[in-house]
């Protein structure tokens, strides 16, 4: 049974920073592009980055310079670290994985975990 569980998440102040984790299990990590999206409040989910199995990264433009994906394929684990968080970022996160396909779309991914809220107080 496939599984990913993020963990990290929570409540800071702008400016802070959070390290997201994505464990997977029941899978082989190095053969998926792991991706992180997230979803606001009333909104739909949102790309936010992605690295695939070769090392390669992309982020949505908002993100840029601000957060940087990892990936630690002999652990299993996808990371995502965000610095100079703002209330816009204040979002439920969620790691994906993917074997092909688009990474914008979130229809073309494999596997999903439960998500973590990260909440960014003014």
């Known amino acids: 049974q496939v599984q990913l569980v993020e963990s990290g998440g929570g409540l800071v102040q702008a400016g802070d920073s959070l390290r997201l984790s994505c464990a997977a299990s029941?899978?082989?990590?190095?053969?998926?592009?792991v991706a992180w999206f997230r979803q606001a409040p009333g909104k739909g989910r949102e790309f936010v980055a992605i690295?695939?199995?070769?090392?390669?990264?992309s982020y949505e433009y908002s993100v840029k310079g601000r957060f940087t994906v990892s990936r630690d394929d002999a652990k299993n684990m996808g990371y995502l670290q965000m610095t100079s968080l703002s209330p816009n970022d204040t979002a439920v996160y969620y790691c994906a994985v993917q074997n092909a396909g688009s990474p914008w779309r979130a229809s073309e991914y494999d596997y999903w975990g439960q998500g973590t809220q990260v909440a960014v107080d003014s």
């Open positions: 029941g899978l082989t990590l190095n053969n998926y592009a």
């Open positions: 690295i695939w199995n070769g090392g390669s990264t």
